[in-house]
Nanobody, 122 residues
Framework: QVQLVESGGGLVQAGGSLRLSCAAS????????MGWFRQAPGKEREFVAR????????YYRDSVKGRFTISRDNAKNTVYLQMNSLKPEDTAVYYC???????????????WGQGTQVTVSS
């Protein structure tokens, strides 16, 4: 098992930046594929980014490519989401998730954090 705790959310103006962190505890962090998802009010949870165990491979939803960067530090048991050039449509609760083989479907992931709110004002 793994426990996940997100931090770093907040209120930012359009065009600004935030860095989300997700600290993991439990079984070896390097075992887990890590993903970031988000859920806006009244909408389904959607994939944002994922990173492989060794950080060699990353993948993003089209709308965040070139603006968001996922990274991980296995020595610190932490995954990050650097978000630049934020837009009002990025407003959502952001969740990190872990799975042995996770991809882009939220149903793939067994472990979830509690979420952190990101609000982008226009």
């Amino acid at each position: 098992q793994v426990q996940l705790v997100e931090s770093g959310g907040g209120l930012v103006q359009a065009g600004g930046s935030l860095r989300l962190s997700c600290a993991a505890s439990g079984r070896s962090f390097s075992w887990w594929v890590m993903g970031w998802f988000r859920q806006a009010p009244g909408k389904e949870r959607e994939f944002v980014a994922r990173i492989s165990r060794s950080a060699v491979d990353t993948y993003y939803r089209d709308s965040v490519k070139g603006r968001f960067t996922i990274s991980r530090d296995n020595a610190k048991n932490t995954v990050y989401l650097q978000m630049n050039s934020l837009k009002p449509e990025d407003t959502a609760v952001y969740y990190c998730a872990a799975d042995l083989r996770g991809d882009t479907d939220a149903r793939d992931y067994d472990y979830w954090g509690q979420g952190t709110q990101v609000t982008v004002s226009s």
